[in-house]
């Protein structure tokens, strides 16, 4: 689609408002969630969760992508809020990875050598129940360019960081011209040589890669890797696979990272199928995250040896490119901790 004249633009218009009005129109009542799905409360084996505090919200195009009528369908377990969220499990904490101490300016977090970290937004297009920032204080992040530019001069004093990256939230629930604005101006810093986008957008509303967002991507001088969030081969579907190949088609290099969950995708099965189809539609498995311990995630968490074991099975199994690195997140460490 081209991306000028007047006539173009209306339809981009229209683009741009169908993912908005899909955020709109996602489901944010566990009553309605269940009646989407054919399902009733005692059909869970636990208490359903009606008032909490990280609220339940999921676009209808991901509800379509799950089995009606299954109770544990694995991708309804990642979004349906249960009363296990309100049991307090020693060790699972607030702010589980340690963001609170590399906050080097308002919404700016820099923890590795060579890159930083950019609190884009508060916004997702989904609620994960084991997010691990679902306690983050979103409220105090910048929302303007003035807010932003503590952040942005820290930036472009500093010629060791090559690469900004930017995550949230989901930096692409900012329209097409908040993201481009914040990205034009990191694209002004002459060190910056890379722009990594952190999104699990195109998986929840894979609309909103629309032509205005990949002209974008493929006329900046940075060099662009988007990380996906994909954790069941159920996840990827055609929609989705047009969105993966449009954002290649624009030149951005397409990454996932996913976190291993109980019940969910915790077999060599399971992460074989999500690892082949991931590269089927051309995107490389990057980081399987052993689950960080956020209070009232702690019924997601699979053992250490069932990781081990399922990397160490997947490397017979696939191409040296498909199997992810298995890694944790330790706080005050100099990088991810590699597990396998
Ligand atoms: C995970 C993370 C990164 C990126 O780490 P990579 O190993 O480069 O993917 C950067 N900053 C913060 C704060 C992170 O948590
Ligand atoms: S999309 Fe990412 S940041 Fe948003 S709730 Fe899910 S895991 Fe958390």
Redesign the pocket.
């Known amino acids: 689609m081209a991306s000028s004249g007047t006539g173009i633009q209306s339809v981009q218009d229209l683009e741009s408002h169908a993912w908005q009005r899909s955020m709109q129109n996602a489901v944010r009542s566990v009553p309605e969630l269940l009646e989407c799905l054919a399902l009733r409360p005692e059909d869970f084996p636990g208490p359903v969760d009606l008032e909490n505090p990280f609220p339940l919200f999921v676009p209808r195009e991901f509800i379509a992508r799950m089995n009606p009528g299954d109770p544990l369908d694995p991708l309804l377990l990642q979004i349906l809020p249960t009363s296990e969220e309100r049991i307090q499990t020693p060790g699972y904490q607030r702010d589980p ?1 340690g ?1 609170e101490y ?1 906050e080097r300016a308002p919404g700016l ?1 820099h ?2 050598t060579s ?3 950019m609190i884009a937004s508060g916004l997702c297009a989904v609620h994960c129940r084991y997010c691990f920032r679902r306690h983050f204080p979103y409220d105090e992040s910048p929302k303007s360019n003035e807010q932003w530019q503590r952040a942005i001069d820290l930036i472009a004093s500093d010629p060791s960081i090559r690469e900004v ?1 930017l995550s949230g939230g989901d930096p692409l629930s900012l329209g097409n011209q908040r993201l481009k604005g914040l990205g034009n101006t990191i694209e002004s810093i002459e060190h910056v040589q890379r722009l990594r986008i952190h999104t699990r957008f195109p998986v929840m509303i894979p609309n909103r890669i629309d032509s205005e967002f990949c002209d974008w991507i493929a006329s900046s001088r940075l060099s662009c890797w988007v990380v996906l969030h994909i954790n069941h081969a159920n996840e990827i579907d055609q929609a989705l696979t047009r969105a993966i190949r449009a954002l290649k088609l624009a030149g951005a290099s397409v990454l996932n990272q996913a976190v291993l969950l109980r019940g969910i995708n915790d077999t060599v099965v399971l992460q074989r199928n999500l690892c082949e189809r991931l590269i089927d539609v051309g995107v490389q498995p990057y ?1 399987l995250h052993q689950l960080d311990h956020v209070e009232g995630a702690a019924h997601f968490e699979t053992p250490l040896v069932v990781g081990e074991q399922i990397i160490d099975e997947l490397r017979k199994l696939l191409p040296g490119y498909a199997v992810p690195r298995l890694v944790r ?1 330790v706080s005050g460490e100099p ?2 901790t590699l597990l396998r």
């Open positions: 990875v963001d590399v977090l923890k590795y890159r930083v970290l990256i980081y997140e990088h991810k």
